[in-house]
């Protein structure tokens, strides 16, 4: 070990007041001070910063199957909430929330080191997905009088981002900031790689702000124009990952209208206004109200292809400023996320997928377990050229915001 655990040079206890920090400090304090396993992944080995509070910890995560090496960094606030975030995939891990009465509780899905999140258990946890995520129809579009091929790994179209070379799992370069609770990870996807045109710099940075946001921001650059996408599919249980369904959270969102899609869910074109459908939340709803079922399309007011909600919402306002998405609460926890980007969509995920796998500390994800809100340009606006564009050329920048709040009530 390199660094100074400056949670267990602490002598004085925390006052009662201070609860959520004190619950936090002692998530530290277990992952800090507890000898280390003969495997190490997730035990601090190092913090950067001054020595000071803005210290993060950063963790080996072990190693891919390739033999790459991986890090995990603790991002924490004053506040006592708890961000971690790793090198595979730019991935969040773990998040760390305090509900009515103070008491924290990871409210993420997830794996305790990186082989979980090779394992085929993974359905995207938290990572950053792209180049493009969502769908491209049937792996195809045409840029620049070319027509370029990706990987069909949604049988019969792409999706986020395609096979091994997808952003979520590949191993991105950190930097952690030396005076705010932020890390940035970096990565350049080669000309080509994935079947997506141009050398493609990217970089994402998470912050855990003291007033209690997280906030990641991605800018990206290209030598070749190339479509992009991209977002975090952390999957949400507000109650805590692995303690039930998220039938009973109530959700608003900010959206008049939503894209419709064939049964394949690949947008069809038409921009459809979700009065008088099940996928009204423009008021706050509880999920499990009315969750449209594909197996019976005619108990639910919306035409679904899907077994639960997967639909990309077009957030309200003007795209390109930060606005309210979404708001989630738990009612029995009581904390409560907002969500504000810039982006034009949000797609609602309710978990459909989720397969009872195992993840952190043994905890099991069932189906609707957990919820996705993943803010994106639309599915497949390569292939729409009356979507907002996705299209990157040399010489700009890619740059998009996506702000998490969390409160309890
Ligand atoms: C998609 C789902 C997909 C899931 C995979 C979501 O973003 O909308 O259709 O099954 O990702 O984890």
Redesign the pocket.
């Known amino acids: 070990r390199t660094g100074v655990c400056i949670i267990c040079a602490m002598q004085t206890p925390f006052p009662t007041l201070f609860k959520t920090a004190a619950a936090a400090a002692s998530i530290l304090i277990m992952n800090a001070c507890a000898p280390a396993p003969e495997d190490n992944a997730g035990q601090p080995e190092s913090e950067t910063g001054d020595g000071d509070s803005n210290a993060i910890a950063k963790a080996d995560f072990g190693e891919t199957k390739a033999g790459e090496a991986t890090e995990i960094y603790t991002l924490t606030n004053k506040n006592g909430l708890v961000a971690k975030v790793t090198t595979y995939g730019a991935t969040l891990v773990e998040l760390h929330l305090p509900d009515k009465d103070g008491n924290l509780v990871d409210v993420i899905n997830g794996f305790d080191n990186v082989a979980g999140y090779e394992g085929d258990g993974n359905?995207?946890f938290g990572c950053t997905?792209g180049r493009v995520?969502?769908?491209i129809a049937k792996g195809k579009f045409t840029l620049d009088g070319e027509e370029y091929t990706l990987a069909t790994n949604?049988d019969p179209n792409h999706?986020?981002g395609g096979g091994d070379k997808a952003l979520s799992k590949q191993v991105w370069k950190a930097e952690p900031s030396a005076d705010t609770q932020a890390v940035t990870f970096s990565l350049t996807s080669p000309d080509g790689e994935e079947g997506y045109p141009g050398n493609l710099s990217m970089k994402v940075t998470y912050t855990l702000t003291d007033e209690n946001e997280l906030r990641i921001d991605y800018e990206a650059t290209t030598d070749k124009a190339t479509p992009v996408n991209l977002?975090n599919?952390a999957y949400f249980n507000l109650g805590g990952a692995g303690s039930g369904t998220i039938l009973s959270h109530e959700l608003t969102l900010n959206a008049d209208n939503y894209t419709a899609t064939d049964d394949t869910?690949i947008p069809t074109g038409k921009i459809e206004p979700v009065a008088d459908t099940a996928l009204d939340f423009r008021k706050a709803h509880v999920i499990g109200e009315r969750i449209p079922d594909k197996e019976a399309k005619e108990t639910a007011d919306c035409e679904t292809s899907?077994l639960g909600y997967?639909h990309n919402f077009v957030v309200n306002g003007e795209a390109g400023t930060m606005r309210l998405a979404a708001r989630l609460k738990d009612p029995a926890s009581g904390r409560v996320m907002e969500i504000h980007t810039d982006q034009p969509g949000i797609?609602f995920?309710s978990g459909?997928?989720l397969m009872e796998q195992e993840g952190k500390g043994g905890k099991k994800y069932p189906f609707r377990g957990a919820l996705?809100l993943?803010t994106q340009h639309f599915?497949d606006s390569v292939n729409h050229e009356d979507f907002p564009s996705t299209i990157l050329k040399p010489g700009d920048t890619y740059s998009t915001t996506t702000v998490h709040r969390f409160s309890a009530e």
Do not use: K, M, S, V
Request: hydrophobic letters at 15%; a negative charge.
């Open positions: 359905q995207y997905t995520c969502n769908r949604n999706l986020h977002t599919h869910l899907t997967d797609q995920y459909n997928f996705c993943e599915p």
